[in-house]
C-alpha cells in the first residue's frame, strides 16, 4: 500500500480503487506516511507558513433547511440574531488590529443581506482596508448577487458543494434543495473571476467511501482555491442528533489525500475538527492544512452560530483566540503569516 502513497506523491493522482484503498485503511504505516508525504508537500509550497482568516458570523437566520445544520429554520428553538453594519465593521477593525488581513463574512442564507447591503458593506471594508482580502460565504445566490458583489470588490467565496453525489444530496437536503443549483453556483463564481472555496463533511450519515471518491473528483473538476472538510457533528436539534460524528482518523487521512491531489490549495483546519479532538487542528496542520480561521464575531452571538454541538471557541474573545491558535500552530513547528494568503 506505500507504493500508493508514493504514486499520488509523485504524480498528485491515483485510480478510483486505488483511493478507495487509502480511505479505508487501517494501517498505521500506511496513513503516517500520508501524513509525512503531506507536509513534505505542503512545506514545498508554502514552507512553514499558516494563513489567518478572520470568521465574522452575521448571522444565523437560515431560509434552508440542511438536516444536518443546526441553524436550519427548522430549528424552532435556537435565538436567531444578525449583526448591522456598524457591528460587522467593528469586528473588521478590531480584526485588523490583531493583524488579520483577510474577513470572512458568513452566514446563513438570510434575505435581510440584500446585494444592496452587502455591495455597500463590502466596498466599505475595502476602502476602509485595501490591503485586506473580503471572503463571502453566504450561500446560494444568483449570478446577478455574485456579479455584483465582486464588482463591490469581494475576492474569494466560500460555497461547499457538500457532497458530489445526487443521492446523498438528496438524504441530507430537504426536496426544495437543489443538487444542480448549487454545483452551478461554484461554476458561475468561478467563471466570475472569485477565489472560490468548496469542500465537504467527512463522516455525514449515509456518506460511503464511492461517495468520498466522488467529491474528491468533482474537486479535481472545479479545482477551488482553497478546500474546507470538516467531520460531520451531529446537532442536538436536527433530524440528525443520533448520529455519530465523523472521525478524527477519517477526516485526518483525507486532509492528506487532499494535500497530495492538490499541492497548492488552501486548506484550513477547521473548528468542526477542533471540536471533534482538542488537538484536532494541530493535527490537520500537520497533515497538509495550511489555514485557520479565527472567530471574530462578537462574544455576546457566538453560541448561537451552533451549528452542531460543543463548537469550540464560543467564550473567547477575539483576542484570545488569536493568541491561543497563534500558540497552537507555533505548537507543531509552523508559524502566522501576517500576508493576505491567496492562493499560488
Ligand atoms: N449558508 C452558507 C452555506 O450554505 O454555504 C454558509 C454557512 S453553512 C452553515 C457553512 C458550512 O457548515 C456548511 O457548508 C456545512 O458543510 C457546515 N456544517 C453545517 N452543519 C454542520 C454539522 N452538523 N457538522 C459539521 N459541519 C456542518
Ligand atoms: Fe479560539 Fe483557541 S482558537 S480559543
Same mark, same amino acid.
Given at each position: 500500500m506505500t507504493e500508493i502513497v508514493e504514486k499520488l506523491y509523485r504524480t498528485g493522482n491515483i485510480s478510483d480503487s486505488e483511493l478507495k484503498s487509502l480511505i479505508e485503511t487501517d494501517d498505521k504505516c500506511v496513513s503516517n506516511l500520508i501524513v509525512k508525504c503531506a507536509d513534505e508537500t505542503r512545506q514545498k509550497y508554502y514552507g512553514k507558513k499558516v494563513f489567518l482568516r478572520g470568521l465574522i458570523e452575521i448571522s444565523n437566520y437560515c431560509r434552508n433547511d440542511c438536516l444536518y445544520c443546526g441553524i436550519r429554520r427548522s430549528n424552532k428553538n435556537t435565538e436567531r440574531y444578525r449583526l448591522n453594519r456598524e457591528e460587522i465593521l467593528s469586528c473588521c477593525e478590531n480584526g485588523y488590529e490583531l493583524g488579520f488581513r483577510t474577513f470572512v463574512m458568513q452566514g446563513g =442564507?438570510?434575505?435581510?443581506?440584500t446585494d444592496n447591503f452587502m455591495c455597500f458593506l463590502i466596498s466599505e471594508i475595502k476602502k476602509k482596508y485595501p490591503d485586506c482580502a473580503v471572503t463571502l460565504s453566504l450561500g446560494e445566490r444568483s449570478y446577478e448577487s455574485y456579479r455584483r458583489m465582486k464588482e463591490a470588490g469581494a475576492d474569494r467565496y466560500l460555497l461547499r458543494h457538500e457532497t458530489a453525489s445526487k443521492e446523498l444530496y438528496g438524504k441530507l437536503h430537504p426536496e426544495e434543495m437543489s443538487f444542480e443549483k448549487r454545483r452551478q453556483c461554484l461554476f458561475n463564481l468561478r467563471e466570475l473571476g472569485y477565489q472560490v472555496g468548496s469542500g465537504f463533511m467527512v463522516g455525514v450519515p449515509f456518506q460511503t467511501t464511492e461517495n468520498i471518491i466522488e467529491d474528491l473528483r468533482f474537486l479535481q473538476e472545479i479545482r477551488p482555491h482553497m478546500i474546507g472538510i470538516g467531520p460531520f457533528v451531529p446537532h442536538r436539534e436536527t433530524p440528525f442528533s443520533d448520529k455519530k460524528s465523523g472521525t478524527l482518523e477519517l477526516t485526518l487521512r483525507i486532509l492528506g489525500i487532499l494535500r497530495l491531489m492538490f499541492p497548492k490549495a488552501l486548506i484550513p483546519a477547521t473548528t468542526a475538527l477542533g471540536t471533534i479532538s482538542p488537538d484536532g487542528r494541530e493535527l490537520g496542520l500537520k497533515t497538509g492544512c495550511n489555514v485557520v480561521m479565527p472567530n471574530l464575531s462578537p462574544v455576546s452571538v457566538r453560541k448561537k452560530y451552533?451549528?452542531?454541538?460543543?463548537?469550540?471557541?464560543?467564550? =473567547?474573545e477575539s483576542a484570545e483566540c488569536r493568541v491561543c491558535l497563534e500558540k497552537r500552530i507555533k505548537s507543531v513547528g509552523y508559524e502566522v503569516s501576517s500576508e493576505r494568503g491567496d492562493a499560488l
Open positions: =442564507e438570510d434575505s435581510y443581506f451552533n451549528l452542531y454541538d460543543n463548537k469550540i471557541c464560543t467564550g =473567547e
